[in-house]
């Protein structure tokens, strides 16, 4: 285990707030896996060991390390905050740090059900014939064959795509797609789905940013968050709320770890997730 500075004086701390033997552990577990980076990504601090050296960026950092690498839900990173902001303010109280590093760092919002774009896989034959974006309706439709976004963008993705059944709401929109992009693959002379419509780019394949543009311009036209991360974690949610699951909803929930599974889980728990 890392070591932390001060353990013995905040256990100390701890127990005159006569606090439960479960609760004990999450904040023990919240200092180690905390200091446990810092001392990884703070070069001042795995030097020098004081906690002088631990500053608000620190935990900025942490945080975004919950949130992008591991994936814990917001409930779980908040408890994680609080428990540190704990820990900072004794040692800020018996002069040990001349600054609470967890003072200006915010709570992760915990989202509603509300915040999910469910109508777009509950009432995909309508999204796929709406007025948006190509590349926004086959994305949509991509996500709800259990794939997400990054995979939709990797060059021959179309391989495993083409090999999938459609229904005829499917098939209608793919026949506007075709031809959509018929020029530009006659252009690029490319194969794969998402294909650059700027023909001076430096890559056939469309950028992320490029395809976000369209996201957001059909987000603003719908009302609806149509990040592709939201739709992915979306169609997982539907997916979990289910007892009958479709064999597209089967191959999601199959392709992901189990780290992901409980990251889901605990997300529709905390939102409340029905359907």
Same mark, same amino acid.
């Given at each position: 285990?890392? %070591?932390?500075?001060?353990? /013995?004086?905040?256990?100390?701390?701890?127990?005159?707030? @006569?606090?439960?033997?479960?609760?004990?552990?999450?904040?023990?577990?919240?200092?180690?896996?905390?200091?446990?980076?810092?001392?990884?990504?703070?070069?001042?601090?795995?030097?020098?060991?004081?906690?002088?050296?631990? @500053?608000?960026?620190?935990?900025?950092?942490?945080?975004?390390?919950?949130?992008?690498?591991?994936?814990?839900?917001?409930?779980?990173?908040? %408890?994680?905050?609080?428990?540190?902001?704990?820990?900072?303010?004794?040692?800020?109280?018996?002069?040990?740090?001349?600054?609470?590093?967890?003072? +200006?760092?915010?709570?992760?919002?915990?989202?509603?059900?509300?915040?999910? &774009?469910?109508?777009?896989? $509950?009432?995909? &034959? *309508?999204?796929?014939? /709406?007025?948006?974006?190509?590349?926004?309706?086959?994305?949509?439709?991509?996500?709800? %064959?259990?794939?997400? *976004?990054?995979?939709?963008?990797?060059?021959?993705? *179309?391989?495993?795509?083409?090999?999938?059944?459609?229904?005829?709401?499917?098939?209608?929109? !793919? %026949?506007?797609?075709?031809?959509?992009?018929? &020029?530009?693959?006659?252009?690029?002379?490319? +194969?794969?789905?998402?294909?650059?419509?700027?023909?001076?780019?430096?890559?056939?394949?469309?950028?992320?940013?490029?395809?976000?543009?369209?996201?957001?311009?059909?987000?603003?036209?719908?009302?609806?968050?149509?990040?592709?991360?939201?739709?992915?974690?979306?169609?997982?949610?539907? /997916?979990?709320?289910? +007892?009958? !699951?479709?064999?597209?909803?089967?191959?999601?929930?199959?392709? $992901?770890?189990?780290?992901?599974?409980?990251?889901?889980?605990?997300?529709?728990?905390?939102?409340?997730?029905?359907?």
């Amino acid at each position: 285990m890392v %070591k932390i500075p001060y353990l /013995a004086g905040f256990d100390a701390y701890l127990k005159t707030r @006569h606090i439960s033997p479960k609760a004990h552990t999450e904040y023990m577990n919240s200092l180690n896996d905390f200091f446990t980076y810092t001392i990884q990504h703070n070069t001042d601090y795995k030097i020098s060991e004081d906690i002088k050296d631990v @500053h608000e960026m620190d935990v900025r950092l942490f945080k975004n390390f919950m949130l992008d690498n591991l994936q814990l839900s917001p409930s779980t990173i908040n %408890k994680v905050i609080s428990n540190l902001n704990v820990y900072f303010k004794y040692l800020f109280g018996v002069k040990k740090t001349p600054e609470i590093p967890t003072l +200006n760092i915010n709570s992760v919002t915990v989202p509603k059900q509300s915040d999910f &774009p469910t109508a777009v896989f $509950l009432k995909l &034959p *309508y999204y796929l014939q /709406a007025d948006l974006s190509v590349y926004t309706r086959l994305l949509i439709l991509i996500i709800s %064959k259990g794939f997400n *976004y990054k995979e939709a963008l990797m060059p021959d993705f *179309y391989k495993k795509f083409n090999q999938l059944a459609f229904n005829d709401d499917e098939e209608k929109f !793919l %026949k506007l797609y075709q031809d959509y992009i018929e &020029p530009y693959r006659t252009y690029w002379d490319n +194969n794969n789905l998402f294909l650059s419509r700027n023909k001076g780019a430096n890559t056939p394949i469309l950028t992320v940013p490029a395809l976000h543009r369209d996201l957001k311009r059909d987000s603003d036209t719908t009302n609806l968050d149509l990040a592709p991360k939201k739709l992915y974690t979306t169609f997982i949610l539907l /997916a979990l709320s289910t +007892n009958s !699951l479709s064999d597209d909803q089967q191959r999601a929930l199959d392709a $992901l770890d189990t780290a992901s599974v409980l990251y889901y889980r605990r997300l529709k728990r905390e939102t409340n997730f029905d359907i």
